[in-house]
């Protein structure tokens, strides 16, 4: 790591980014931000050790997961105001409203039948709808394959 920048500015940078545009910024935009080429941000990006909020995807180098929120479209829309963003699992499809602390609708699927589904959520209080979430792994087993998760 050159040093260039704080985990903590990047991070900052990384969520302001993705709650104004709806997706993490690339290493492009990081090494903007930072004033460094997008191989210097890549090398930044990858040193960081900022715990499981920021994944970095192995090959591309890009933000994977800015959790909970998806650098991808997924079958997880989250529409906010004006700006839809994508989670990566029904667990952070509820989280993104409570970040944002603002009311959202979430629009999925039932991973059982197909049939659409969309949810109310609010962070003042919990979802009216009568619908069970299932997670497959246990949550202390979610970060051993995260992408299967």
């Known amino acids: 790591m050159s040093g260039l920048s704080n985990p903590d500015d990047v991070r900052i940078f990384a969520y302001d980014h993705v709650v104004a545009n ?24 990858a040193a960081l050790k900022i715990g499981k909020t920021i994944l970095v995807h192995q090959e591309s180098g890009e933000i994977w997961m800015a959790g909970p929120f998806s650098s ?14 994508y989670a990566n699992c029904a667990w952070d499809m509820l989280g993104i409203p409570m970040i944002l602390n603002a009311p959202a609708q979430v629009r999925t699927k039932c991973t059982d039948c197909g049939s659409p589904m969309t949810i109310d959520c609010d962070p003042s209080h919990r979802p009216a709808e009568n619908a069970v979430v299932h997670f497959l792994v246990p949550a202390r087993h979610w970060y051993e394959d995260i992408g299967f998760t």
């Open 22 to 45: 709806g997706f993490p910024p690339t290493l492009v935009e990081i090494g903007r931000h930072l004033g460094v080429t997008p191989s210097a941000a890549r090398q930044e990006l």
């Open 72 to 85: 991808t479209r997924t079958d997880y829309e989250v529409v906010a105001s004006d700006r839809t963003y």
